[in-house]
């Protein structure tokens, strides 16, 4: 003990020493990089897992708190990382303070957000750095402050609320536009995502719908034609699901014997597939999009507004239905969904509906899948002829479309639906609200599915 008491005092001086440390600190003084960059690698150094030293937990954390207490860290590491006069100095350098910063966070995280709080326009700053075109910040520090805003968020619901305030999700989107979005199947791009994911948590929701390039850029995420390898194959990206896939669709419904051609050649072929960083970052959306609907602070009302504002982006609800009801068999252009996404896409559009006005509930039942097809028409088909080989229904998609055809229905139509399973109306009869009734034998096999 008394020898680490020692060192503490030591290592005071040494902060002392450099220019991470100065009580009267004078705006006009020029910032003395190269002193600096060498006590904070010096710091990082002693107190790294990876260091050259080896603490116990309980001297660490006294040691990290002395470093904390001992100057405005904080504020001089920010110095550092925003200096426009040293923009062109040792991207190496940089890099040592984010990394600096999250070893004070890992260590002594209550400590660490209350000095950067305290520390005048401190967050500020380091939001100001998540940009793809920052004229101060080299990228490979920007993507390292990435990681250091998820830590920072991942508990701290005071850090959530400013980063999402001051554009964040604007700033993330930015920076995943900038990095290709899914093709590829970036690590940025994933780690800007989970930053997302922690600032929609609390209050966040609404600023992420209000976002104009949040909900620009979240369909692109979820389109498997922007994968890499169906790209590099010539693929273009016109409709994910056509009336010529309906219709192939409804002729195996109808009994066909899974044939692709005239001459009974089976339809396979070589199919793009999305990588496992590519399918990653689509999770990572579809799960954005589900917390922004169902966490909050519980009050039904501002759901039901979550609700309403999904439903009424066109192009994002139209990827959502596109990912969630492109079944294998209706893969004319070699496409293919990987079932957890489809699955994960599946229980979205349950969430979208979950407790819902019935005019969310209506909106999505009538959407279209293709010209000729409603959204519920699809899952009232999938759902009754479960046992159709050809379009590989597993046991788990087969669950997550009754699921999704129990929250989509709306209390009248499910009644209407049973009224015109007891008495048939003519095909494609439209009910008074004009929604498009799914046809026999579809509702008889279905009614007793949904008992």
Known sequence: MKMLTVFIVLLENVICFGSLSNPNP??????EFTSSTCVATLLLSI??????????????STLTSTILKSSPITSSLLDMLYDPVNVQHDIVARTTCVSLMKTLHRIRPNQFESDLIATPSGLNRLVDLLS??????FESVRNEIVLLMIDLTRSSEVTRKLVAFNEGFDRLFSIIDHEGGVTGGSIVVSDCLTLANNLVLDDGAMLMLQSASTLTQLPKLLDVRRGEEFLSNGGEINGLIDDEDDAHIKRLLGGDDGTDDANGTEHERARP?????????????????EKSICEGNGDQNAMHSRQTSLTSNKPLLKAVIDIALHFDESNRDGLLVPEKIQNAALLLLANICDNAPDSVRDEVANSRVTDNTTVIDRLLEIAAFTNFPSLHL???????????????L????????ILH?????PPMDDDADGIVLSK?????VLIDKLR
């Not at 004078?26 to 910032?31: A, R």
């Not at 399973?421 to 109306?425: I, K």
Request: overall charge negative; hydrophobic content about 40%.
């Open 273 to 289: 597939k999305l990588t496992e960083a590519e399918i990653n970052i689509m999770l990572l959306a579809i799960s954005l999009i």
């Open 26 to 31: 004078n705006p006009s003084q020029k910032f």
């Open 440 to 444: 026999e034998p579809v509702t008889k």
């Open 47 to 60: 107190i790294s897992p990876s260091g050259t030293v080896s603490w116990d937990s309980h001297q660490l």
């Open 132 to 137: 793809h075109d920052s004229e101060i910040c």
């Open 410 to 417: 709306t209390p009248n139509t499910s009644s209407t639906l």
């Open 394 to 408: 597993t046991p788990l998609i087969i669950e997550n479309v009754i699921i999704s055809v129990r929250t989509i």
């Open 421 to 425: 399973a007891l008495a048939p109306p």
